[in-house]
């Protein structure tokens, strides 16, 4: 298996432009988690799915922010507008399930907002 | 408030020594406790899982304690080498949550 997935790696965008970030979790995953990382809050956890069902969306920041699972190989992370507070890296990480197994991470979306 | 910290500062140490790097948790009740290693530019990489009722668990020259007691655990690298050099990310599970991850520490080998 290729691992997850991410694209694009880099995105730069000019603030109250949509941004879509996309993942490919490995396949056979249960679990699918959208994570963002700044120097200055570290790996935050945005939101999880499990079986493509939603299941805490407590981290998204704000409206602007959403996310969909529609197939088991497949998830977005939308961001509009963007502002450039937003500029982060975005990663994506999938499990077989929730707990205790070890999760596996894409590269990362690197997102600049000018 | 919940919290998970990690030494903030960097460490530095000398090739051959033991790294030794610490994880507090606060307001948390974990049921596992991860370790990952993140190198610049890339995503963090698995290393170690161990569960609540577990005092030790060991993988080459990595070994990882968990202390419920203390809400702590320690994160040992014996032998370091400059390959090594990395920031060392440990991740809280517990029950209905995703994993939820301290800010890291950054280990430096040096040669």
């Known amino acids: 298996d290729a691992g997850v997935i991410q694209s694009p790696r880099h995105e730069v965008t000019e603030m109250g432009q949509e941004v879509t970030l996309r993942c490919k979790p490995i396949?056979?995953?249960?679990?699918l988690f959208w994570y963002r990382q700044t120097m200055m809050r570290g790996l935050e956890l945005l939101i999880y799915f499990n079986n493509n069902v939603p299941i805490d969306d407590s981290g998204m920041p704000e409206d602007r922010f959403s996310a969909k699972m529609p197939n088991a190989s497949f998830s977005t992370l939308k961001i509009q507008p963007s502002e450039p507070r937003d500029s982060a890296v975005y990663f994506c990480a999938s499990s077989q399930q929730v707990m205790n197994t070890e999760a596996f991470f894409g590269q990362g979306t690197r997102l600049t907002v000018v | 408030s919940q919290k998970i910290e990690q030494n903030s500062e960097a460490l530095n140490i000398q090739e051959g020594k033991t790294a030794t790097l610490t994880c507090n948790y606060t307001n948390y009740s974990p049921a596992y406790l991860q370790w990952y290693r993140q190198d610049p530019g890339r995503g963090p990489v698995f290393l170690l899982l161990i569960r609540e009722n577990e005092k030790e668990k060991r993988k080459e020259r990595l070994k990882v304690t968990f202390d419920t007691t203390l809400k702590q655990s320690l994160f040992h690298i014996t032998a370091s080498q400059p390959a090594d050099s990395a920031t060392y990310l440990c991740a809280i599970n517990q029950a209905g949550t995703a994993l939820i991850f301290g800010k890291g520490t950054t280990l430096s080998v040096s040669s």
């Open positions: 396949s056979g995953h249960n679990s």
